[in-house]
């Protein structure tokens, strides 16, 4: 997950928490909620026979923390939150109504202050697995995707299974194609999907990271992104970074110019060395939105080279003051309530 709120909070938690069945039909499941009565937050959390792991983010921050800890019997939870290994707080609390609701205090590291949260479950993820036969080889392909459990979000569900699916059958598509005899190896194809922020009825950012191997050295990282407006009248609309602007041009060489920067500083390969010294919309293509900003995603050659791995860089709307169109961020930054 890619969000770390300031004064607002989500909180989605990839969290497959039953007080009484520690095997639930699946793994991992999103809540959403408050700390305190401002901090909205979403949580990221795998529960293993008791054992809990995982992160939460502060929407408007867009940076995870990461959480460790225990789930007993009784439903009764313990989660540490950390930073670069170093405790910073904690969760505790229990699950209620068979594992819809999460309640309890969260508490900072020397214990002097504390707030009490309540979270809602609002998706579970789901795991599919095909194979597909290609020139005697075979490709086992995986595919792990948040469910939103709201009936009136089933035209979502729809427009993410087809999202995941188009992108499995091009990828095999192009695998058929480039098949020869010699093509023997074992392939692999894993998706995973993540909700970066979710506002009910209004938004939600989605970005699937796919690992891919069809043999050679290593495999590669992918990325792809959904932004979708939601509404009870019509199904999902996506949303395209050019939409987002009053001029084109102006928002181009603004974002490339901070995402330039702000890679240049992360020391990535190409852009140091000047073989990067522009961003097209193309290069730009995998984004998400969340109150924090636009997080751009980049993949492995995309900046730098293999070894350097992926890089991201987010984007304040702040920093883009101007040329966003007026109501290019509705649903997607909290408004104040009145």
Known sequence: MFARIAPTFFVSMILAI????????FDLTYYRGEIGKSNQILLEIM????????????????IPLELAGTL?????????????????GRFAGNV????????????????KSSAPFS????????????????????????????????????????????????????FVDEIRKAADPSFQVENMYDVDADVSVYTPGEFVSLVFTTYVFTG?????????TLNLRLSPQGPPQPIKLTDLFTSQDTALTKLSEICLADLKKQKAGFVVDGMVDSLDWEALR???????????????????????????????????SGILKPDAIQGIVPQPKQ
Not at 96 to 111: C, F, H, I, S
Not at 294 to 304: M, N, Q, R, T
């Open 286 to 320: 995998h984004f998400s939105l969340s109150p924090a900003g636009i997080l751009f995603l980049f993949e492995p050659y995309a900046v730098a080279p293999y070894a350097e791995g992926t890089f991201d860089v987010v984007v304040p709307f702040d920093a883009l």
């Open 96 to 111: 209620l109504e068979d594992g819809k609701k999460l309640e309890g205090t969260w508490t900072d590291a020397d214990g």
């Open 18 to 25: 039953c007080p009484m069945a520690r095997a639930a039909d």
């Open 47 to 62: 529960n293993s026979d008791g054992k809990v792991s995982g992160s939460y983010v502060y929407v408007k921050r867009q």
């Open 119 to 170: 979270l809602q479950r609002f998706a579970h993820q789901k795991l599919e697995e095909t194979k597909d036969e290609i020139s005697g080889s075979t490709i086992e392909s995986s595919f792990a995707c948040p469910v939103f459990e709201d009936p009136s979000e089933a035209a979502l569900n729809e427009a993410i299974s087809s999202h995941m699916k188009k992108a499995h059958k091009a």
């Open 72 to 88: 007993k019997d009784d439903g009764s939870f313990s989660l540490a939150e950390t930073v670069d290994e170093k405790e910073t």
């Open 216 to 224: 050679g050295a290593h495999g590669m990282t992918q990325y792809s």
